[in-house]
């Protein structure tokens, strides 16, 4: 699976759109990207995944660059239960379902 | 939605015993589970495979004969920490894997909610 590089901590204010910035530059053409969260003491979340098109569900938006090298994960107004370490991971579908975690981000919600 | 429950959310024992985890798939069946272990302050690492019917497949460095894992059925997996030391307190958190829609081609793992373990 391709490696992801992704800030170690970000913060941001209550109420406000979070970005959250994911590099994968390496990324295979059969690789799709993934986001999970995981709260404080709790399992990871899945959030949301797209292979080459943006993607929006009910939590978050994944805006997904056009040589799909970055991405973008956007929480369009974040509150404090969105304080959680978030993860951006690349992974095929098929043959190889494990998921293998990178740090991260810590992404802080100030009230 | 897809739910995997853990059990036990915490435990704490003696050095030398052993200790049971259940993870068990509520509303699928997961052919295929996995057993994660995280260090405070540290990310999540894979610690095996665990497939329906068949031994587990362990990751590098991961003792098998000290982390047994057991998968019987398409909804239940259980790990088990035996002769635990304090070394091995830790928190536990086990997966399982949803397929969605043939046409998605998402494969979405749900998480439990983690087993902390202390060994005094």
């Known amino acids: 699976d391709a490696k992801t590089t992704q800030p170690t901590s970000m913060d941001c204010a209550e109420g406000r759109a979070a970005n959250l910035p994911c590099n994968h530059s390496t990324i295979s053409g059969n690789e799709y990207v993934y986001w999970y969260r995981q709260i404080h003491s709790q399992g990871p979340q899945y959030i949301i995944h797209g292979l080459k098109n943006n993607e929006t569900n009910e939590m978050a938006s994944l805006i997904i660059t056009e040589d799909r090298k970055s991405s973008t994960l956007i929480l369009p107004h974040a509150t404090l239960r969105d304080t959680a370490v978030y993860y951006c991971i690349v992974r095929v579908n098929f043959g190889n379902e494990k998921l293998t975690f990178g740090t991260g981000t810590r992404l802080t919600i100030i009230p | 939605g897809a739910v995997v429950s853990q059990h036990p959310s915490w435990v704490i024992c003696k050095s030398g015993t052993s200790v049971k985890i259940e993870c068990r798939s509520l509303?699928?069946?997961?052919?295929?589970m996995f057993w994660y272990r995280q260090f405070p302050k540290q990310s999540l690492m894979l610690m095996a495979t665990?497939?329906?019917?068949?031994?587990?497949?362990?990751e590098q460095g991961v003792e098998k004969d000290k982390f047994l894992i057991n998968h019987a059925s398409l909804t239940l997996s259980t790990l088990t920490v035996t002769s635990a030391h304090p070394e091995d307190s830790s928190f536990y958190i086990c997966?399982?894997?949803?397929?969605?829609?043939?046409?998605?081609?998402?494969?979405?793992?749900?998480f439990g909610a983690g087993s902390r373990l202390t060994v005094l």
């Open positions: 665990s497939n329906e019917g068949s031994k587990a497949t362990y």
């Open positions: 509303d699928f069946q997961a052919t295929t």
């Open positions: 997966s399982a894997s949803l397929r969605g829609r043939a046409d998605s081609g998402a494969n979405v793992l749900t």
